[in-house]
């Protein structure tokens, strides 16, 4: 198959299009976490006075990252208008 074939997506639907999916079911969770991952997590951990493996997978990172920002409360921040 050549790139001009290559497929994305699935050819049924998800549900809610695949946004409540958890971490452990992703194609790629078991690989090294993003840059970004490890930006952002690194900023919320040092916000919430943490400290983390560096080494964590895309999976746990993302954990982390909802757990974190439960904490900091960077979701809810100017929500009020």
Do not use: C, F
């Not at 497929?7 to 639907?13: D, K």
């Not at 695949?18 to 970004?36: I, Q, Y």
């Amino acid at each position: 198959m050549s790139d001009d074939d290559a497929m994305l997506g699935s050819p049924e639907p998800e549900p809610q299009g695949g946004l409540d999916r958890d971490p452990d079911d992703w194609v790629t969770g078991n690989e090294p976490m993003t840059a970004a991952q490890r930006s952002y997590l690194d900023t919320l951990a040092r916000e919430a006075g943490e400290e983390l493996p560096a080494d964590l997978t895309k999976a746990e990172a993302s954990r982390h990252i909802d757990r974190l920002q439960g904490k900091s409360g960077r979701l809810t921040e100017g929500s009020d208008s």
